[in-house]
């Protein structure tokens, strides 16, 4: 059933009134809303009904979205010519309470968010150009929250990236098999197993102390950089997972999406492999903007950060499979299993070219 998003949208300090409200965006977690409003000169919104299975402390992951909106519009304000409206995400508060969130009767929350007008937004990256624009503006994303005062971030999904940790519930959803799928899927958990030690290189250099932990967006897909008319990077979206992390995990989220030549729903995995001038591209932006910030460890394996993110990805469709589609919204029944194989064969296809990735790293840091 269609919430009434009428009375919800009249619950925000917003501008405008109401005329309709659609459900927009290719999202996996939250219910998302484009609310049009009537008068021509009026911001339309984007209303989100948040999904608080996958993010169980609603109030803490607002004061993160808080937080760090407020910095980066400081840091974005101070850009000559920038358009704060469009640049960085804008939190409506809520009428009575001021909060950046609303309780509806049924126990569900509710954030709006000024809509960033005449943007475009990509699920893969078909030009150098837009490849490019997306990995300056990550790096600048990382760059800008460096400096956050005060305390560090909460973590709005623990071990959100911490490949132990998912291997861990991968195997304790095999042992449960709860939707009694697992005799159909031994050839992809053997793709999963053979692979597990290689992948934990990121954890275990993080507990040396080799790599530092910094502030990271952690879910830098592709279409959470919207892009304006002339297609120039505009506005990072999606930040309920920024929170401290490693900078490969950016990185290689961005080029498994950007990266792929087919979607990441494809049927077809014969089309899937990835563009290495699409990521020659992306690390060209993005260093241009975190060079001198990353130390000789985080540079040596950032060719190898779109290996572990795809992997994790990997494991995470194929968990969310067995355990009977709990996580991931999706369209048919195997969607999940689907989701699974694609990313092996992006990961696979990644394989056969580490090296040229590596030589491409080299070359730019020179
Ligand atoms: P999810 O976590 O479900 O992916 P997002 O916050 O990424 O949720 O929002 C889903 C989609 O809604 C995005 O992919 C984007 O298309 C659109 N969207 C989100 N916020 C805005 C905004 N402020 N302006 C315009 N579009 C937005
Ligand atoms: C989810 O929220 P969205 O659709 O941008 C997921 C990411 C996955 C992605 C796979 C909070 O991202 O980790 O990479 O789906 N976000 C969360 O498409 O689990
Ligand atoms: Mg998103």
Same mark, same amino acid.
Not at 156 to 163: A, Q, S
Not at 327 to 348: D, E, T
């Given at each position: 059933?269609?919430?009434?998003l009428k009375?919800?949208?009249? =619950?925000f ?24 409003? $009537?008068e021509?000169?009026c ?6 009904? !948040?999904?608080h ?9 607002? &004061? ?13 304000s ?9 640049? =960085?995400?804008?939190l ?10 609303y309780t509806? *009767? ?18 893969r ?7 490019? *624009?997306g990995?300056?503006m990550i790096?600048?994303f ?15 999904i ?19 098999? @709860?939707?009694?799928?697992v005799?159909?899927?031994r050839?992809?958990i053997?793709?999963?197993t053979?692979r597990? *030690? &290689? ?5 275990? !250099? ?5 790599? @530092? ?5 952690n879910?830098? %897909?592709?279409?959470n ?9 505009? =506005?990072i979206?999606?930040?309920d997972?920024?929170?401290?992390g490693?900078?490969h995990?950016?990185?290689?989220d961005?080029?498994?999406?950007g990266?792929?030549? $087919?979607? &990441?729903?494809?049927p077809d ?10 990521? &020659? ?6 260093l ?21 993110l795809?992997?994790?990805? $990997?494991?995470?469709?194929l968990?969310?499979y ?25 990961? %696979?296809s ?8 590596e ?8």
């Amino acid at each position: 059933m269609t919430p009434d998003l009428k009375k919800i949208y009249g =619950c925000f300090r917003a501008d405008g009134t109401y005329l309709s409200g659609q459900l927009f965006g290719p999202g996996h977690i939250h219910d998302t809303y484009r609310i049009i409003t $009537a008068e021509e000169q009026c911001d339309d919104y984007i209303l989100q009904r !948040l999904n608080h299975h996958v993010f169980k402390d609603i109030p803490m992951l607002q &004061e993160n979205m808080e937080r760090v909106t407020a910095h980066l519009r400081k840091k974005i304000s101070a850009i000559e010519g920038s358009d704060i409206r469009r640049e =960085c995400l804008t939190l409506i508060p809520e009428k009575s309470t001021g909060r950046s969130w609303y309780t509806d *009767e049924n126990g569900d929350f509710w954030r709006m968010f000024i809509f960033i007008s005449d943007h475009k937004s990509y699920e893969r990256v078909d030009s150098h150009h837009k490849a490019y *624009e997306g990995g300056r503006m990550i790096g600048r994303f990382q760059a800008m929250l460096a400096d956050l005062p005060g305390d560090p971030l909460h973590e709005t999904i623990p071990d959100f990236h911490n490949i132990v940790k998912r291997l861990e519930t991968f195997h304790r959803v095999i042992q449960k098999d @709860p939707a009694g799928r697992v005799s159909s899927v031994r050839a992809e958990i053997d793709e999963i197993t053979s692979r597990e *030690e &290689e992948m934990k290189i990121i954890v275990r !250099l993080g507990e040396k102390g080799k790599i @530092p932990m910094r502030i990271t967006h952690n879910d830098t %897909k592709f279409n959470n950089i919207l892009f304006d008319s002339n297609d120039r990077a505009l =506005c990072i979206i999606d930040l309920d997972t920024v929170m401290p992390g490693y900078v490969h995990y950016d990185f290689g989220d961005a080029i498994r999406t950007g990266s792929n030549t $087919a979607d &990441e729903d494809s049927p077809d995995i014969s089309e899937v492999s990835m563009d290495i001038g699409i990521y &020659e591209a992306y690390a060209r932006g993005y260093l241009s903007e975190m060079t001198g910030t990353l130390n000789d460890t985080e540079k040596e394996y950032l060719a190898f950060a779109p290996r572990l993110l795809t992997y994790i990805m $990997a494991t995470r469709f194929l968990t969310d499979y067995i355990d009977g589609d709990k996580y991931y919204k999706i369209k048919y029944p195997q969607h999940n299993l689907q989701r699974n194989k694609v990313q092996i064969a992006l990961l %696979k296809s990644m394989e056969a070219q580490h090296e040229k990735m590596e030589l491409i790293i080299k070359n730019i840091i020179g």
